[in-house]
Antibody, heavy 120, light 107 residues
Framework: EVQLVESGGGLAQPGGSLRLSCAAS????????MHWVRQAPGKGLEWVSY????????FYGDSVKGRFTISRDNAKNSLYLQIYSLRDEDTAVYYCARETYGSSSDIDFWGQGILVTVSS | EIVMTQSPATLSVSPGDRATLSCRAS??????LAWYQQKPGQAPRLLISGASTRATGIPARFSGSGSGTEFTLTISSLQSEDFTFYYCQQYNNWPRTFGQGTKVEVK
């Protein structure tokens, strides 16, 4: 069974940092590209970042570029999102998501999400 | 950035009726368009990829069509579990972008 389990969320202060993790199981993690997608309370989905299976290709959304860093450890079946200089508008549920196997595709599986709340 | 615009924001439909949701891209995305369903408090679920291919396990009442800039998700006969939120997403260009969503509610 495919599982993506996020952790590392919680309450953080504006200007602070946070590291989200995503533990993958039930599939060959090293073969799949991965994404982070977030959803602010009561709002729609916002794509955040992408990393290819071998970490050679990385992309970020404009609103997070320069403040977020995506990475992965294929030996540990884990995906990460390091968030710096937190802002109120970073408050959201963050989803770890798997891209459908193959080239440049949709997202076929999502974790349950982890809430990040930025507040003083 | 490609802007994805969904309409309507809210669609009021009676159970058993047909629902038609629209998604428009600000420039061509070919057929690199996906539809997701999201129920409150849950993660999104892939419904349609490649604009018209149902994902594994998705009932036949869900269908997608379109290419280029105009896309449609049709739910042929709404069941109680279908009253929720739907999002389109283009994966033709970076950054990936989602539409703002359509809420399908009971009329």
């Amino acid at each position: 069974e495919v599982q993506l389990v996020e952790s590392g969320g919680g309450l953080a202060q504006p200007g602070g940092s946070l590291r989200l993790s995503c533990a993958a199981s039930g599939f060959t993690f090293r073969s799949y590209s991965m994404h982070w997608v977030r959803q602010a309370p009561g709002k729609g989905l916002e794509w955040v970042s992408y990393i290819s299976s071998d970490s050679s290709t990385i992309f970020y959304g404009d609103s997070v570029k320069g403040r977020f860093t995506i990475s992965r450890d294929n030996a540990k079946n884990s995906l990460y999102l390091q968030i710096y200089s937190l802002r109120d508008e970073d408050t959201a549920v963050y989803y770890c998501a798997r891209e459908t196997y193959g080239s440049s595709s949709d997202i076929d599986f999502w974790g349950q999400g982890i809430l990040v709340t930025v507040s003083s | 950035e490609i802007v994805m615009t969904q309409s309507p924001a809210t669609l009021s439909v009676s159970p058993g009726d047909r629902a038609t949701l629209s998604c428009r891209a600000s420039q061509s995305v070919s057929n690199n368009l996906a539809w997701y369903q999201q129920k409150p408090g849950q993660a999104p679920r892939l419904l349609i990829s490649g604009a018209s291919t149902r994902a594994t396990g998705i009932p036949a009442r869900f269908s997608g069509s379109g290419s280029g800039t105009e896309f449609t998700l049709t739910i042929s006969s709404l069941q109680s579990e279908d009253f929720t939120f739907y999002y389109c997403q283009q994966y033709n260009n970076w950054p990936r972008t989602f539409g703002q969503g359509t809420k399908v509610e009971v009329k």
